[in-house]
């Protein structure tokens, strides 16, 4: 009998303890990862605390974990033992359906989320269908991936998938750890780039992330002189905004695209967005593709995320760093 060493919390918002699980039987098309590092997301605080009312306990937080291929099922294919891969958010999806058999398997009707119904990669091991089990390029910093892996993806898909150009004028909203990556992402596609951040600290940073301009993001008034300049606003942030001011300063054909988990109303006036043809839409992470597109661009641009790293022994003190918004920018667990 296998048995996995991990980090579990048993009822909302409690302490993460030491946990230990059967997982098993190997599925014949699943691959088994020991994990090296983990990269903790929002995500895995909005999950831990069921703020999505989906959260099942004992949990076991973790969906961008990086670590060695050390099992495999007779049926998993283009992988080998000893390979260096990701796990992001997704874990099965069944290769069947319209959208898989599309190229979009994170749309599948059945996928498998790594932390939803099943135990995460916060823990020394964890399994997923072989699609899943995403290869890191050499040229990548392994200690540095994890992130990409959920937190990358998620700001990098809309680039693709909004059919973003390098001539585009592109807006960051929210400079934390998804943010800090798009800036990243949006420079090297060759963007004119601003940042807006509640935090005049951040300016310099986000600068240095591959900013061109930095805006408070609390002045309307600053946001309403963009007016019409903006080919797309990347929306990172869970928190209200002023939407009207950010769809005033969009340009026509314009794109409000949200990614951030925000659980109130978007209210829109449909007028807002017909006189200029805008659009205002949404996206999770991305397809097993466009993952692999999104770390062969970061490798060729040399993007990784700003991290600092805890010990996974250290897991329920890393977890109070990013409850109280310090984290500058993604906190990577060291297994």
Known sequence: MATFKAWAAHAAGAQLQPFEYDPGALGAEDVEIAIEHCGIC???????????????????????????VVAMGP????LTLGQRVGIGWNAYSCLHCEQCLAGRQHLCGSVLGTITGRHGAFADRVRCHWV?????PDALPFAEVGPLLCGGITVYAPLELLGIRPTSRVGVFGIGGLGHM??????????EVTAFTSSDSKAEEARAFGAH????????????????????IIDTVNAPLDWNALLT??????KLHVVGAVLEPIPVVAFSLISGQKSVSGSPTGSRGTIDAMLGFAARH?????????????????????RAGKARYRIVLDA
């Open 42 to 68: 929002h995500s895995d605080l909005s999950m831990l605390d069921n703020h999505w009312g989906m959260t099942a306990y004992p949990f076991v937080p973790g969906h961008e974990g990086v670590g060695r």
């Open 182 to 191: 798009a800036l990243k992402f949006c420079r090297a596609w060759g963007c």
């Open 249 to 254: 300063a969009l340009a026509p054909n314009g």
């Open 75 to 78: 049926e998993a294919k283009g």
């Open 132 to 136: 899943w089990a995403v290869p890191i």
């Open 302 to 322: 040399a993007i990784a995320p700003q991290t600092e790293h805890f010990p996974m022994s250290r897991v329920n003190d890393a977890l109070d760093h990013l």
């Open 213 to 232: 301009h930095v805006i408070s993001s609390r002045d309307s008034t600053a946001i309403q002189a963009l007016a019409g300049t903006l080919d797309l």
